[in-house]
């Protein structure tokens, strides 16, 4: 079984700067994907970022990138030169890789994003 | 393309009432996943659909809950009767590739259902 924790229930930064979400998770399994989506107030989940946990480069996805560290079992969400609409809850999210599990997400409990102008 | 369209948006039913939920996976997506947010928790698997098969339902929490995938296009989650810890909002995300692929899993909107 996996587990997922996101530390911060809250966070807020000024546009244009950058902030950083922790997100650390459990797994006995090798491997196994790692995903960011955030969920405006729309509430449809968007695709942030994707990681594979077999690669050591850390994913980038323009503003975006991961810190990703396999042996610590962390998985942190840098947005760079935030913008308005990047305000959202943001979900931490390991994904199966095999087994009848396979492509099963487990979420974090969410971040709120604030950005303020 | 079309994106993963849930209906209906908002559901409001009496506790003992049967509600059924539709999800409209991406044409051509075999993996179809459901998974729901009650109040205050985490999002949580239900079940995973490849094709019109259940790869996995050990996220179902009873057998009130049944999910049906006709013909491998859209699915069904019906509940019945519902109970007032049914509440929350339902979400469906569909895939080509198990893995999410580069865009990883497409999700729906979700469907809010209260039970009173």
């Known amino acids: 079984a996996q587990t997922v924790t996101q530390s911060q229930p809250e966070m807020s930064v000024q546009e244009a700067e950058t902030v950083t979400l922790s997100c650390t998770y459990d797994t006995s399994e090798s491997d196994y994907y790692l995903f960011w989506y955030k969920q405006p107030p729309s509430r449809q989940m968007i695709l942030v970022i994707r990681?594979?946990?077999?690669?050591?480069q850390n994913a980038t996805e323009n503003r975006f990138s991961v810190n990703f560290q396999k042996a610590a079992k962390s998985f942190s969400l840098k947005i760079s030169d935030s913008q308005l609409g990047d305000a959202a809850m943001y979900f931490c999210?390991?994904?199966?890789?095999?087994?009848?599990?396979?492509?099963?997400?487990?979420f974090g409990q969410g971040t709120i994003l604030t950005v303020h102008p | 393309e079309a994106g993963v369209t849930q209906f209906p948006s908002h559901s409001v039913i009496e506790k003992g009432q049967t509600v059924t939920l539709r999800c409209d996976p991406i044409s051509g997506h075999d993996n179809l996943y459901w998974y729901r947010r009650v109040m205050g928790k985490e999002i949580k698997f239900l079940l995973h659909?490849?094709?019109?098969?259940?790869?996995?339902e050990s996220g179902m929490p009873n057998n009130r809950f049944l999910a049906e995938r006709t013909g491998g296009t859209y699915s069904t989650l019906k509940v019945q009767p519902a109970e007032l810890e049914d509440s929350g909002v339902y979400f469906c995300?569909?895939?080509?590739?198990?893995?999410?692929?580069?865009?990883?899993?497409?999700f729906g909107s979700g469907t809010r259902l209260t039970v009173v």
């Open positions: 999210a390991p994904a199966h890789a095999g087994g009848t599990s396979y492509g099963k997400l487990t």
């Open positions: 659909f490849v094709k019109e098969s259940k790869q996995d």
């Open positions: 995300a569909s895939s080509q590739d198990w893995r999410g692929g580069a865009g990883g899993y497409t």
């Open positions: 990681q594979e946990a077999y690669k050591q």
